[in-house]
């Protein structure tokens, strides 16, 4: 987790692949993921960050990144500020990560996982997307989340590269809707996904190949 890497959001790396180091995941309504904090750093071989509850703040009373996103949520819920805007990219495959996202980050918990307290963080899927730092509109159905699962069967099927024509990139790949969301396409069969590099799923938009 990264606070303000970018002056207008934040970036977090999320994964629900068995082996993550923390639980993370999506709720059922397909547009909220939870996020976990993360540990103390660790301090020589023998140190178990695991074994202890997850900081909000440094040895010297400064803020952890666990921290800024508390401070950042307790101010939006004072109303000091919009939700803090978070980009969340997933890791699909080993060395493979996925934008999945942009999203408010709205709410926080601490929870005991049986051994230690940890912290939840609560994201929704935003309506603003950020574009080159400057921020921009959509509508919600374009960004309506693709499963992992789904993700990794494209992936594998387009031999992660763009599909397009005569394009076969590999780099700046995008997870692209055949038959747009907001015209009734889903997100739940990779039928309907598929692999474009950056440049052609721009020029695709929401056209109906």
Known sequence: MNFRLNRTYSVILFSQRSNAPYRDKVHEDGVTIEYEGHDAPRHGYQHNPKNENQPATTPTGGLT???LFVKAVEDYKKAKHRPELVKAYE???PGVWSLKGLF???DYRVVNDGKRNVFRFILKLSAAQIDNGGTAKIEWAHSR???SEIKKEVWKRDGGKCVFPGCGAVKNLHFDHDLPFSKGGSSLTAKNVKLLCMKHNL???DKIE
């Open 65 to 67: 990144q666990n921290g």
């Open 91 to 93: 890791k699909i495959l």
């Open 104 to 106: 408010d980050l709205i």
């Open 145 to 147: 989340l693709i499963p």
């Open 203 to 205: 020029q695709k938009s």
